[in-house]
């Protein structure tokens, strides 16, 4: 419900917003420019790493407990790490990830480039 109460109300404020607005000219799809290209990139890891951090901190506010309140973890290897050690960890498989992002794509690159040489 509240998806749907935010979804109404920001239509509702964009319609208020726009009404009577100039366009300044055509959409160009396809077309962007370097900074926003920056800024999608700089988003695409800020996600990935905020969605790394919060997933352990959901799991890290049981600290030693296999289920809070009930049931102890009270074994020797029992351990949250800090939020550091994590902020380093999570930081650096999105760094791996997205570096094996750019390899397949420069794969694919290169496969283009040689299929192009061939006709």
């Not at 996600?47 to 009270?74: A, E, K, P, Y």
């Not at 791996?96 to 496969?111: H, Q, S, T, Y």
């Amino acid at each position: 419900m509240q998806l749907i109460a935010c979804l109404v109300l920001v239509t509702g404020i964009d319609l208020f917003l726009f009404k009577g607005a100039k366009e300044i000219g055509p959409l160009k799809w396809g077309k962007m420019t370097i900074r926003s290209q920056y800024a999608l990139l700089l988003l695409t890891i800020i996600i990935t790493v905020n969605m790394g951090l919060m997933g352990f901190i959901r799991s890290g506010l049981r600290g030693d407990w296999h289920i809070f309140g009930v049931m102890r973890d009270t074994s020797e290897w029992a351990n949250t790490p800090s939020n550091f050690v994590m902020t380093k960890t999570v930081g650096s498989i999105a760094i791996l990830f997205l570096i094996g992002v750019a390899f397949m794509f420069w794969l694919g690159g290169i496969a283009k480039s040689k299929g192009e040489h061939k006709e």
